[in-house]
């Protein structure tokens, strides 16, 4: 399958629990005034902003044409490109890299860690948030139901390939890439989903579409219902969706 699109204008009006729960992250990499900082994964730019607002000098890059159109729009006095965090264009560049919400996106993960340490300046630090073991397990569980169900009846089906590590296992990647990691979390994070009954709905059409895309409408429709059917008597109460979701979070630094 090809590499995914994201639906920018959507993600911004949809869904800013990203950003506004990435704000942890941001505290972590306590950005100073005059330190360069790559926002890797910007997204529509907001914690590229965020991050600016230390006075730090800041480039926010994403895969996504759409992501760094939006993210543009929104920030125009901020630089964006579009680059691939696998083989990203710079080389000892920057006193730290940031990453929310992407790394588990991206395979494979040691040419992710490559590319960064490439970036990076000596002693510079990697600090990043991503999907760990556990993540959105009572959704996955329920999507490989669905598509199992449809795969029986002989449709040709994409099966999601996220990368949800266990703790250790990504702290040994980095350590096997020479970086030291001064700090490592593997944690709970219950996530309510804007949109009220429509939540989980939406959250699949923005985070689920790789698998949804090749599917016709009604088979799409007979995933989605399936998957609300499954996951509800866990994660819906009081007319809210919340996402069962479980994060690593890291700082780790360059040799000097």
């Not at 920057?94 to 040691?110: C, G, I, K, Q, Y």
């Not at 804007?194 to 895309?213: I, P, S, T, V």
């Amino acid at each position: 399958m090809t590499e995914r699109e994201w639906d920018a204008s959507r993600y911004d009006s949809a869904h800013s629990f990203v950003w506004e729960r990435g704000r942890g992250v941001v505290e972590l990499l306590a950005p100073k005034p005059g330190e360069c900082i790559l926002d890797m994964g910007c997204g529509t730019g907001h914690l590229t902003a965020q991050i600016a607002e230390s006075g730090a000098e800041v480039v926010g890059i994403d895969s996504s044409e759409d992501m760094v159109r939006v993210a543009s729009e929104n920030f125009p006095h901020l630089r964006f490109e579009v680059a691939d965090a696998r083989s990203l264009p710079f080389e000892g560049e920057f006193d730290a890299v940031f990453s929310n919400a992407v790394l588990h996106w991206v395979r494979p993960p040691e040419a992710v860690v490559d590319s960064v340490r490439q970036a990076l300046r000596p002693g510079g630090r990697f600090v990043a948030e991503f999907g760990g073991e556990n993540n959105i397990r009572a959704i996955m569980t329920a999507v490989g139901e669905a598509l199992d169900g449809l795969e029986q009846d002989g449709t040709e089906i994409y099966r999601p390939n996220k990368y949800f590590p266990p703790l250790g296992e990504y702290v040994s990647l980095l350590e096997s890439r020479d970086f030291r990691v001064a700090y490592s979390d593997h944690f709970e994070r219950p996530t309510l989903l804007d949109g009220g009954e429509e939540g989980l709905r939406k959250w699949l059409r923005m985070f689920g579409w790789d698998y949804l895309a090749p599917l016709s409408p009604e088979q799409r429709e007979q995933v989605v219902a399936h998957i609300e059917k499954a996951t509800r008597p866990t994660l819906y109460t009081d007319g809210t969706w919340t996402a069962d979701y479980w994060r690593i979070r890291f700082e780790a630094f360059k040799p000097e």
